[in-house]
């Protein structure tokens, strides 16, 4: 036996926040990363092309693209190796929901699109190719 009023058939939620965002899981084209940047890294541009694909980067301001040139600076000069800056850059990424718990934060969720087939996706993703990537690492590590 339940205690309390039998709940409404049509209950409505109430305790939606106004200011939610829904965004599709369908990337956007982006931007190209600007040449005049001087980004010498891989995992510089690998950041570049992961934060101006995403679902976020399809509601950016112009203030917001400011922000992604500085901050994948940032992101060069810590695969030079200048790991201090691994908070900032944290920081910066977490503002534009990074994470799972970023997005809760920012009220941000993720729909997915369901027109979309799985098994075509699955075909048509590129393999990574991590051959400049590994190069990189390899670079590091031998400094």
Same mark, same amino acid.
């Given at each position: 036996m339940t *205690?309390?009023?039998?709940?409404? =058939?049509?209950a409505v939620r109430r305790n939606k926040h106004p200011n939610a965002q829904a965004l599709s899981s369908s990337t956007t084209e982006g931007r190209a990363l600007p040449p005049g940047l001087g980004i010498k890294t891989a995992? &510089?541009? @690998?950041?570049?092309? +992961?934060?101006?694909? $995403?679902?976020?980067?399809?509601?950016?301001? %112009? /203030?917001?693209? &400011?922000e992604l040139e500085i901050t994948v600076k940032l992101v060069d000069a810590f695969y030079q190796g200048d790991v201090k800056l691994a908070g900032e850059i944290r920081?910066?990424?977490?503002?534009?929901?990074? /994470? +799972? =718990? !970023? @997005?809760? @934060?920012? *009220?941000? $969720?993720? =729909? !997915? !699109?369901?027109?979309? %087939?799985q098994a075509g996706e699955d075909a048509a993703a590129p393999e990574? /190719?991590? +051959?400049?990537? !590994?190069?990189e690492l390899y670079r590091l590590l031998n400094e």
């Open positions: *205690r309390g009023p039998k709940p409404k =058939e049509n995992g &510089a541009r @690998r950041f570049w092309k +992961t934060w101006a694909t $995403s679902p976020q980067a399809g509601k950016w301001a %112009e /203030t917001d693209w &400011a920081q910066r990424v977490a503002k534009w929901g990074a /994470t +799972t =718990e !970023d @997005r809760a @934060r920012l *009220r941000m $969720s993720i =729909e !997915d !699109d369901q027109g979309q %087939e990574p /190719t991590t +051959t400049d990537l !590994d190069d």
